[in-house]
């Protein structure tokens, strides 16, 4: 009862290995309680369907590094599984949730399309920071679970942050911690405090399939993250570096509230 509980969980699913290197490096650091999806839930965001199966929630067992463990699957979108963690699964108050490790790293403006940035909005929404880690892939290995994939730097870092985090109050407007680990990353690798970009990291493509009924996907291509503005989280990825974004669930503009009212009203 005296060691922090973390709850961690991800948008991969219950049997990603992302999920389970986290834990292995989080247990130094408190309880963990795994709380994942059943299955996949990419880009979900902090959705919230209404299905009545929603929520359903069973202890699985994962073999990984050779030993058996255990995670509870909730079905439903990462968002939900957060909301499922902390107010039904917890035993007692929850000190951290961590999302993640991700395949993919999850950067500039479309970061609300992530179930593992929603699943840590959600977490802070609902009072308990989230930190929401992700690896760098490529666009083959984004979605294929690819067991060959190292993710013990990421789980580095991933303990890192929780650490501090568990030690420390961030300051007000700060809700999430988002961490971007390289693939060529060691844990002696820098890492920087990065905004978001205000660009597109994973950029649409026009399809070229012009007929209305017919049903597609929109493909996407990586952008260099070389590309974009310095500072940002996906440039200091791109250059190497670890990249740590402050979120907030303040959403609003930055904008003179005089100038907004005086445009609005036509003067």
Do not use: C
Request: without cysteine; aromatic residues 4%; negative net charge.
């Amino acid at each position: 009862m005296d060691r922090p509980l973390i709850v961690l969980t991800n948008d991969d699913g219950i049997h990603s290995n992302g999920l389970w290197a986290a834990a292995l490096a989080l247990e130094s650091l408190g309880e963990v309680l795994v709380a994942a999806p059943e299955e996949e839930q990419s880009s979900t965001g902090r959705s919230m369907p209404r299905d009545n199966l929603t929520g359903l929630i069973q202890l699985t067992e994962v073999e990984f590094g050779g030993q058996t463990r255990q995670g509870y699957a909730v079905r439903g979108t990462p968002a939900q599984v957060a909301q499922h963690a902390l107010l039904r699964i917890a035993p007692r108050p929850v000190d951290l949730v961590v999302s993640g490790i991700n395949y993919g790293a999850n950067v500039g403006s479309g970061v609300t399309i992530s179930g593992t940035i929603g699943a840590a909005l959600e977490a802070a929404a609902l009072g308990v920071p989230g930190l929401a880690v992700s690896l760098q892939a490529t666009k083959e290995e984004y979605l294929s679970q690819d067991p060959a994939i190292d993710f013990s730097v990421a789980a580095h870092f991933t303990q890192k942050f929780a650490r501090r985090m568990l030690g420390t109050t961030l300051p007000n407007d700060v809700h999430v911690l988002k961490v971007e680990v390289p693939r060529s990353a060691t844990p002696e690798t820098e890492w920087r405090v990065a905004r978001l970009s205000r660009q597109r990291f994973y950029l649409p493509q026009k399809p070229e399939d012009p007929q209305l009924d017919s049903p597609l996907r929109i493909d996407y291509v990586l952008r260099d993250g070389r590309e974009l503005e310095p500072g940002s989280d996906a440039r200091t990825m791109a250059e190497g570096m670890v990249a740590v974004t402050p979120l907030s669930l303040d959403m609003t503009s930055r904008v003179d509230e005089d100038t907004l009212r005086a445009l609005l009203n036509g003067k």
